[in-house]
């Protein structure tokens, strides 16, 4: 009687957990670190702190094919404040030596900054031939200078000991061609090159003339992304000398005013060599393409100092010889979701022939796109129109930015298509629960009436389960329960009606309460006897779900068994061994 009083007592003692219900409400503010940013089609204002549809530009129109749209992406700030502090940190081996920021294009093919500020006295020169790409999530100051010009051609030389030196042509940065070099003694003039696999031409180098006195024949003038029109936006052959020695052809332009592909301009031709009775030189270098420089901005963008992404100029000719073509302008696109102000001044001019006569081998016009947001049917930003050369395309052709995309204003919102949706997804987390119910939520804004905004939900016991499970809306006011689920994630979907004022989510918080808490309870007599035991439902179940009571009591009986069993066991034990002594 003695041994199962105590034996009644042990049961009690390690089969009775304490209660583990959670009934009290809590809520989750979704803050931002909780985004998963790479699924996204939000644009996440850091800054701001809200979200916002994206940006694009509205209904466009080139003058070829007619209204279009164009999307905007100004990035999402992952490479940080841009601003004396760091510009160390972004210069290639640290070197600033000349108060020269050498950005490698290799290593930034696209500046992510949540801030731009280029102080005067400071200029960037990008290292590598790809476009410069600069996306902001807040503002852009340009006080320096950011140079993707084209380098020039060298000049000619003349004399005996000097035409067996070639004058090199102008090497391109940014997206920009490189020049042709010269001829030089028995060695023709080279053409300028091309810009990737762009429908543009490089100038052709000029012809040489070692017979007759007229001298050699100039390079061609690269091609750009302008009207083909020779003499206007489009580029000019090359210096043609009497006949005996031809001018490079020019190359060609093509017309992209939607910047459908990215690069600047080509290069010019090398100028022809010239050996007659004696005199002649070599031939002058071909000047590089401009380069491509592109910023897109949240926040407002202005422009105090210079952007630079003119073509180079052709070398001159010395002693009759060819003079080099001039380069391609290159390409300025520049957009801000706010103000834009140029007191400063940005270029995307041709780069002139190098003739003493003029006009022969210029390189083809660049072209510039700026435009912010302070009006949908003009120009736009502030500042003098004269600092942007070429003048900006926006200006020329009537281009316009809309506020924000989205679909315009909808009769009945139930039939915008899925694909008009924004929406974001929060990373897994974790309510260390075995289940949960949500029984309120609340989502802030601005201009709430401009939108809809549908608010899901998904749990599962395992993260692994999570990804496969679908989510399930969630309706205001209304409780919904996740049985059986320790982990979930939250999706946003919304839907803009109004590009003038966008509906923007400031905040998300979702009011929910824990069923059961997710853990294993030990229990002991204070004896040093106890067991670890799992709570009611540890398959998963909640309170009351009677998969989990079950458990629970196949536990307890199996435990009391145990206890049962553990005198007898004992008894047979003792009276083995006592008959075993009786035999000896």
Do not use: H
């Not at 140079?147 to 000049?155: A, F, L, N």
């Not at 210079?306 to 520049?334: C, L, Q, Y």
């Amino acid at each position: 009687m003695r041994i199962l009083l105590g034996t009644l007592i042990l049961i009690f003692l390690v089969s009775s957990p304490v209660s583990a219900q959670v009934g009290d409400s809590f809520e989750v503010d979704i803050t931002f670190d909780m985004i998963d940013r790479s699924t996204s089609t939000f644009f996440i204002n850091d800054q701001d702190g809200l979200l916002e549809p994206p940006f694009y530009v509205y209904q466009a129109n080139d003058g070829l094919t007619g209204l279009f749209n164009k999307n905007i992406n100004v990035g999402d700030g992952s490479d940080g404040v841009f601003n004396a502090t760091t510009y160390a940190q972004f210069s290639e081996g640290g070197d600033l030596s000349g108060n020269i920021i050498r950005l490698n294009l290799a290593t930034y093919p696209e500046l992510n900054v949540t801030e731009f500020d280029l102080e005067a006295g400071w200029t960037i020169e990008p290292i590598g031939n790809t476009p410069l790409i600069i996306r902001s999530t807040g503002t852009v100051n340009i006080a320096g200078t950011i140079d993707c010009s084209g380098e020039d051609g060298e000049d000619g030389r003349a004399g005996m000991g000097d035409r067996d030196v070639v004058s090199l042509g102008g090497q391109g940065v940014c997206g920009g061609g490189n020049g042709g070099d010269g001829g030089y003694q028995s060695t023709n003039a080279t053409n300028g090159t091309e810009v990737g696999v762009l429908p543009i031409g490089p100038g052709q180098a000029g012809g040489r003339n070692t017979a007759d006195a007229n001298g050699a024949g100039g390079g061609g003038g690269g091609g750009a992304f302008a009207p083909d029109t020779p003499g206007l936006d489009g580029p000019s052959d090359g210096k043609d000398n009497g006949g005996f020695a031809l001018g490079g052809p020019r190359g060609t332009s093509f017309e992209d005013n939607v910047i459908a592909t990215q690069g600047g301009g080509s290069g010019g031709g090398g100028g022809g060599y010239a050996d007659f009775g004696g005199s002649g030189g070599t031939g002058g270098g071909g000047g590089a393409g401009g380069g491509s420089v592109y910023i897109f901005a949240r926040g407002n963008i202005d422009i105090d100092g210079f952007i630079d992404a003119s073509g180079g100029d052709g070398g001159a000719e010395a002693d009759t010889s060819g003079p080099g073509g001039g380069g391609g302008g290159g390409t300025v696109f520049i957009i801000s979701r706010g103000i834009i102000n140029v007191a400063g001044n940005v270029n995307a001019e041709r780069g002139q022939g190098g003739s003493s006569a003029g006009n022969d081998g210029d390189g083809g016009q660049g072209r510039t796109f700026v435009n912010d947001l302070t009006d949908d049917n003009d120009f736009g930003f502030t500042g003098v129109a004269a600092n942007v050369l070429p003048p900006a395309l926006f200006a020329d052709w009537g281009k316009t930015l809309s506020r924000v995309a989205g679909p315009a204003a909808v009769a009945d919102p139930t039939e915008v298509s899925p694909a008009d949706y924004y929406e974001i997804e929060t990373q897994v987390l974790d309510t260390e629960a075995r289940s949960f119910e949500v029984t309120d939520f609340t989502v802030y804004g601005n201009n709430p009436g401009n939108g809809i905004v549908v608010v899901q939900m998904k749990g599962a016991r395992t993260e692994a389960a999570l990804e496969l499970t679908d989510y399930e809306t969630l309706a205001s006011g209304t409780t919904k329960v996740f049985q059986d689920s320790r982990f979930y994630k939250v999706r946003v979907r919304a839907t803009n009606t109004s590009r003038q004022n966008p509906l923007q989510i400031t905040g998300l918080v979702v009011n929910f309460s824990k069923s059961q808490v997710n853990s294993f309870e030990f229990k002991s007599d204070g004896g040093g006897c106890g067991a670890i035991l799992p709570l009611v439902g540890s398959g998963g179940s909640g309170p009351g779900n009677a998969d989990g009571l079950r458990e629970a009591l196949w536990w307890q009986s199996l435990l009391l068994l145990t206890l049962l069993l553990a005198p007898l066991s004992l008894i047979f034990f003792r009276r083995k061994k006592r008959f075993q002594l009786s035999t000896i």
